[in-house]
């Protein structure tokens, strides 16, 4: 069985950084691409960020290239979120998400889900 | 970027009723779409993939169609357990899209 759980949500003020994790289990972490996504309060569903299965390829979102990093430890099975230069509007729960399909090179065919992490940026 | 422009953003149906929820891409995605239910305060979970398949554990009352530009997603018979929020999404390119979402209750 997937899963997947996220940690390091928190209240954090604009300007500062904040690091996700997500520990993952049931299946072999390092043949999987992984994602996160997120959700504002009230809002639908965006894309941030994927990291290929052996972490060799990284692809962002506009609204977040250059201040977020995504990484991953295969010896772990932990996937990382570094947020730098939080703003109000990154205020949402974070999900980290498996794809379905492993050693796959199309994104996103499907995604698993873990249960979030809620991240609110605010003084 | 792919936008995907999702209707209606609600709906109310009686149990029992057919339900659909339509997807339209704004370029050829192929059937390069998977919808998605979220119930309250959960995560989402994967229906469908590729447009049309389901996901293992989907109940058959599930559907979808479509292909290029426009999709379509069917509850055949709607059940009380459905009530929730339903998401396509394109992975044809980066970034991933979603469309807004349709907001499913019961009369």
């Known amino acids: 069985q997937v899963h997947l759980v996220e940690s390091g949500g928190g209240v954090v003020q604009p300007g500062r950084s904040l690091r996700l994790s997500c520990a993952a289990s049931?299946?072999?972490?390092?043949?999987?691409?992984v994602h996160w996504v997120r959700q504002a309060p009230g809002r639908g569903l965006e894309w941030v960020a994927v990291i290929s299965y052996d972490g060799s390829h990284k692809y962002y979102a506009d609204s977040v290239k250059g201040r977020f990093t995504i990484s991953r430890d295969n010896s772990k099975n932990t996937l990382d979120l570094q947020m730098n230069s939080l703003r109000a509007e990154d205020t949402a729960v974070y999900y980290c998400?498996?794809?379905?399909?492993?050693?796959?090179?199309?994104?996103?065919?499907?995604?698993?889900w873990g249960q979030g992490t809620l991240v609110t940026v605010s003084s | 970027d792919i936008q995907m422009a999702q209707s209606p953003s609600s709906l109310s149906a009686s149990a029992r009723d057919r339900v659909t929820i339509t997807c339209q891409a704004s370029?050829?995605?192929?059937?390069?779409l998977n919808w998605y239910q979220q119930k309250q305060g959960k995560a989402p979970k994967l229906l469908i993939y590729d447009a049309s398949n389901l996901d293992t554990g989907v109940p058959s009352r599930f559907s979808g169609s479509g292909s290029g530009t426009d999709f379509t997603f069917t509850i055949t018979s709607l059940q009380p357990e459905d009530i929730a929020t339903y998401y396509c999404?394109?992975?044809?390119?980066?970034?991933?899209?979603f469309g807004g979402g349709t907001k499913v209750e019961i009369k």
């Open positions: 999404q394109q992975f044809d390119d980066l970034p991933l899209t």
């Open positions: 370029q050829d995605i192929s059937d390069h």
């Open positions: 998400a498996r794809d379905r399909i492993h050693h796959s090179g199309t994104y996103g065919w499907g995604l698993n």
């Open positions: 049931g299946f072999t972490f390092s043949h999987y691409a």
